[in-house]
T-cell receptor
């Protein structure tokens, strides 16, 4: 138990569907992240929020839309995805961007399959 | 850009020692992490180095040489449960972590 919970753990969707991934952290952290993990590739940073403000959008296609209503919750809204978007999506949190060691606490991920 | 290299796979026998190397070229450096990730699970923190030298934590040790852009993770007295992916990550000038592709370690009986 890392203190970061992601739902759903598995998701299968068609290219025309709209779905959302949810992340919640119970660690009192102020920074939250979305990473994409594909087989044999480095984790790709997608979005960063610090105190609910987006500080990074790493050239992510607009079919991925993040939302951070408060420091404890992070969403990733998905629409008109492509099969190559199939991957494990990891949420993480840290104390605060730019302070401390920057250690990340990860959720177990949402395994997304796009048909 | 960020460039972090580590071997793709390593295999070792139970009770043996394995060393996973990581070399990096990044824009700025604010520390290096090693994470362990079992299949289907979250990456979990193993170690953090910000100064040169060796950090020991039980069966696991991590070494850093900032001048060489090099780190290694040493796993001693390997156990079957150590079979996992090991991720090297560098905290760069933006205080965000950049990751290597991970090294899958398989421990055989």
């Amino acid at each position: 138990e890392t203190g970061v919970t992601q739902t759903p753990r598995h998701l299968v969707m068609g290219m025309t569907n709209k779905k959302s991934l949810k992340c919640e952290q119970h660690l009192g952290h102020n920074a939250m992240y979305w990473y994409k993990q594909s087989a044999k590739k480095p984790l790709e940073l997608m979005f960063v929020y610090n105190f609910k403000e987006q500080t990074e959008n790493n050239s992510v296609p607009s079919r991925f839309s993040p939302e951070c209503p408060n420091s404890s919750h992070l969403f990733l809204h998905l629409h008109t995805l492509q099969p190559e978007d199939s991957a494990l999506y990891l949420c993480a949190s840290s104390q605060e961007l730019g302070t401390g060691s920057g250690e990340l606490f990860f959720g177990e991920g949402s395994r997304l399959t796009v048909l | 850009g960020q460039n972090i290299d580590q071997p793709t796979e390593m295999t070792a026998t139970e009770g043996a020692i394995v060393q996973i190397n990581c070399t990096y070229q990044t824009s700025g450096f604010n520390g290096l992490f090693w994470y362990q990730q079992h299949a289907g699970e979250a990456p979990t923190f193993l170690s953090y180095n910000v100064l040169d030298g060796l950090e020991e934590k039980g069966r696991f040790s991590s070494f850093l040489s900032r001048s060489k852009g090099y780190s290694y993770l040493l796993l001693k007295e390997l156990q079957m449960k150590d079979s996992a992916s090991y991720l090297c990550a560098v905290n760069n000038e933006d205080y965000k972590l950049s990751f290597g592709a991970g090294t899958t370690v398989t421990v055989r009986a």
